[in-house]
């Protein structure tokens, strides 16, 4: 058993203490729009934030987590889809498949939380999320336009 808080709902959900965070987001919570991509932490498919860092919830346990940690999921990055990164993805057609896109927008986002105007450095250092439909440049060109960066 395990309580945590996902998107500003405390919920308990019955499951191993081993189980990787990113299978009760899935299956005991239903929000599917993170995932799975690689399982070991290497493609960034299941980002999620926890207290404002992006974190890759394939390779966690969940018995990491408590309730006290704010875990937010792309269902929730915004109330109403209103983040301004979502608008410029929306604006720049970003994804192509859209496999990755939401963990990409989720270590964006944490991005933007810490540093509100990246450099292109801090923007490669941070991203490192896989997009095997090569959307890197459009990805770059988004967190810029959300930053109110020159493109
Ligand atoms: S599925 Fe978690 S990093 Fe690839
Ligand atoms: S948009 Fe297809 S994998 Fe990134």
Redesign the pocket.
């Known amino acids: 058993m395990a309580r945590l808080t996902v998107n500003g709902v405390a919920r308990d959900v019955d499951v191993e203490p081993d189980t990787p965070l990113?299978w009760v987001i899935r299956e005991q919570l239903g929000l599917t729009g993170t995932?799975?991509?690689?399982?070991?932490?290497?493609?960034?498919?299941?980002t999620v934030m926890v207290d404002g860092e992006a974190l890759?919830?394939?390779?966690l346990p969940v018995s990491a987590f408590n309730e006290k940690q704010k875990i937010v999921t792309i269902e929730a990055l915004s109330p109403d889809g209103s983040h301004p990164l979502q608008k410029a993805w929306a604006a720049l057609d970003v994804p192509q498949c859209g496999y990755c896109q939401s963990g990409q927008l989720m270590a964006a986002a944490a991005l933007l939380a810490k540093t509100p105007k990246p450099s292109d450095a801090e923007i490669e250092a941070a991203m490192t999320n896989i997009c095997r439909c090569g959307t890197y440049n459009r990805i770059r060109d988004g967190i810029k336009q959300a930053a109110g960066i020159a493109i």
Do not use: D, E, I, N
Not at 35 to 46: E, I, L, Q
């Open positions: 990113l995932k799975y991509g690689c399982g070991v932490a290497a493609c960034g498919a299941c890759r919830s394939c390779s």
